[in-house]
């Protein structure tokens, strides 16, 4: 199932994927497999197309794409991280662009992603971040699923105003949380996808 997306963030620029992929967990991998054309899914801000596939974290679950999306959806749910964005057919999900400071997903917004630092501590736990946060399902084979998730931040400095935002990193933290609490569900019993 191979469908064309694409993300939209306000970002100035991206992270390469080598660094990206040298800060994701063991468990995932990094897939430089390219689309070859990207869609539009939303906007906000100056417009900045990203390829999910070329800047993401990956894992394979057991299971068909549609008992995989499902199961992704129910773990943002619980996790409480809005997804306005659920394309079942297309096997996308999540959230193409908010605004966020404080905590999230039950930890320091630091736990997720890297901002640089102040001198009150990780900017990523008191500016406000713009981010993007999606999720992708993408059949591998009969009973085998890949499951993508891309985060793609910025941070602006509220207190120096119009200040041209920072690009963030992410840790690969949240991404992992993501994956391990899907490959934990237990398997649909059959016949009901």
Known sequence: MKQDFAVFALV???VP?????????SEMRYSGWQRSQ???????????WIRMDTVNTWVLVPGRPAEVFRKTRHVY??????????????????????????AMAGGRMSTWIRCGEGMT???????????????SVERVA???TRLRTVIVSTASNLAEG?????TCTSTGQL???????????PPAPSGNE
Do not use: Y
């Open 77 to 102: 749910e619980t996790m409480k991280l809005k997804a306005p964005l659920v394309d079942s057919t297309g096997g996308i999900l999540g959230n193409p662009g908010f605004k966020h400071t404080g």
């Open 12 to 14: 100035a620029c991206l």
């Open 38 to 48: 990207p869609a539009q899914l939303g906007a906000f801000g100056p417009t900045v």
């Open 175 to 185: 991404e992992a949380q993501i994956h391990s609490k899907v490959r934990a569900m």
């Open 121 to 135: 501590g990780p900017n990523a736990d008191t500016w406000r971040i713009t981010m993007a946060l999606l999720s």
């Open 142 to 144: 009969e009973d085998t």
């Open 162 to 166: 119009g200040r041209t935002p920072m």
């Open 17 to 25: 994927p080598g660094d990206l992929a040298a800060q994701t967990p």
